[in-house]
């Protein structure tokens, strides 16, 4: 029999039985019903079972597909009496009492969601309303936070900031460099949406057993950082500290080239690292080192700095460091001698740079997956939905069903 053969695949408990298979042609739509079997349930729960109430009205669970046909779970819900007379409704083993579909349709939500990373394509590839696969996107990355271990040991943390939306927008990720996945998202870049992030996620023994982390030279988050993470040392990110002094020698560049022609067409050169230069690009950097040019200068200063990452000790970075400071000042570039002053405002979390192996280098991308996801999704209108869709994707989370 066709019900024999649905009981088969659908593997319920044996009080739950297919009891009829309908299906309507000019819909496309399959509907399974399935029957509550007291007396198969009283066997297998003698001990709670204290009689059957009534049944609730038909209600309709989205279910996985067959063949072209949208299938669809059609059941009353019984209410069962307790010992102490009170009515409870019996949950069903394919959905929760909340929810309009199964289990095994959140979970095929969940696979194509990532495969395709889009929730409209999602929606469009399993026929349903992109509001279901939207909830289904915050309920499983909820569920999968509350799952997350809250005894694991973090020894190093990266804090970065990331565009949310146009007009200075921010959102704060924190991420664990170790294993490449987000802890979480809090919005803004101030000193309330740094504490936010540390207290939300991290105990006070977690907090107290952080080593390092690596972080921008922003002041909102140092300030925290020192407060709340007493044992860690602040390392300033390599790749962010030679972004600052990149941006100087083109600055530098740019105001030279208005008045030297053979400066022209030269960025690329200047910023590019040597072994990335195009032939014609190398020829053009050798043209502009032998002129007597303040941007030639600054260029030099960069390697130069360059020159002292993996110092043995933050003594050694320290005196290299005074050194090189002391140079900027005598050479007096003033894009350049701004970019040493910061420096010198951080000097601690920039010496510990120059010793420790610690960079934002996984954090960076991390934040090229999240733009991935902003320019696929189009952006995001809400922070709510942009914390979820980060941490759906890259927050290493248990997201499925049970």
């Not at 069962?80 to 949950?91: N, S």
């Not at 909340?98 to 026929?127: C, G, M, P, V, Y």
């Not at 080192?289 to 030639?296: C, D, E, I, P």
């Not at 005598?330 to 010793?355: Q, R, Y």
Request: proline residues 2%; aromatic residues 12%.
């Amino acid at each position: 029999m066709v019900e024999d053969f649905f009981n088969n695949l659908l593997s319920f408990p044996c009080y739950w039985e297919v009891e009829k298979i309908e299906h309507d042609v000019s819909t496309n739509e399959v509907d399974i019903y399935i029957k509550f079997n007291s007396k198969n349930y009283k066997e297998e729960h003698a001990e709670i079972y204290f009689g059957l109430h009534d049944y609730q009205d038909y209600r309709r669970w989205r279910h996985l597909d067959i063949l072209q046909y949208k299938t669809f779970i059609k059941a009353k819900l019984p209410r069962l009496k307790g010992v102490d007379g009170k009515v409870t409704t019996l949950e069903s083993p394919w959905a929760n009492l909340t929810n309009r579909h199964s289990f095994l349709f959140e979970t095929k939500i969940i696979d194509t969601l990532i495969a395709t990373k889009n929730q409209t394509k999602t929606a469009s590839l399993l026929r349903c309303s992109f509001d279901l696969v939207n909830r289904i996107i915050h309920t499983s990355t909820q569920r999968g936070l509350d799952r997350r271990s809250k005894s694991k040991a973090y020894k190093q943390l990266s804090l970065d900031e990331k565009a949310f939306k146009k007009g200075h927008h921010y959102v704060s990720v924190l991420s664990n460099p170790e294993d490449g996945t987000i802890i979480d998202v809090s919005e803004g870049r101030t000193k309330e949406s740094c504490k936010e992030l540390f207290d939300n996620n991290l105990s006070i023994e977690q907090q107290n057993n952080i080593e390092q982390i690596s972080v921008d030279m922003w002041a909102a988050y140092s300030i925290v950082i020192k407060d709340q993470l007493p044992n860690s040392k602040i390392v300033h990110d390599r790749f962010h500290l030679i972004q600052y002094l990149n941006k100087a020698v083109d600055q530098v560049r740019r105001r030279e080239v208005k008045i030297i022609e053979e400066l022209k067409n030269s960025r690329y050169s200047l910023l590019k690292n040597q072994e990335n230069l195009t032939m014609k690009q190398h020829f053009k950097f050798e043209e502009v080192l032998q002129l007597n040019t303040a941007v030639s200068l600054a260029w030099r200063l960069k390697e130069s700095f360059k020159g002292l990452f993996d110092c043995q000790d933050y003594q050694e970075a320290h005196s290299r460091y005074s050194d090189w400071n002391s140079f900027c000042k005598w050479e007096d570039i003033p894009e350049i001698s701004k970019v040493a002053t910061m420096f010198s405002k951080h000097i601690v979390g920039v010496c510990n740079a120059l010793v420790e192996k610690l960079s934002n280098a996984m954090a960076e991308r991390l934040n090229g997956k999240i733009q991935e996801i902003k320019t696929v999704g189009k952006g995001y209108r809400t922070f709510k939905n942009f914390r979820s869709v980060i941490l759906f994707f890259n927050g290493g989370l248990n997201l499925y069903p049970h």
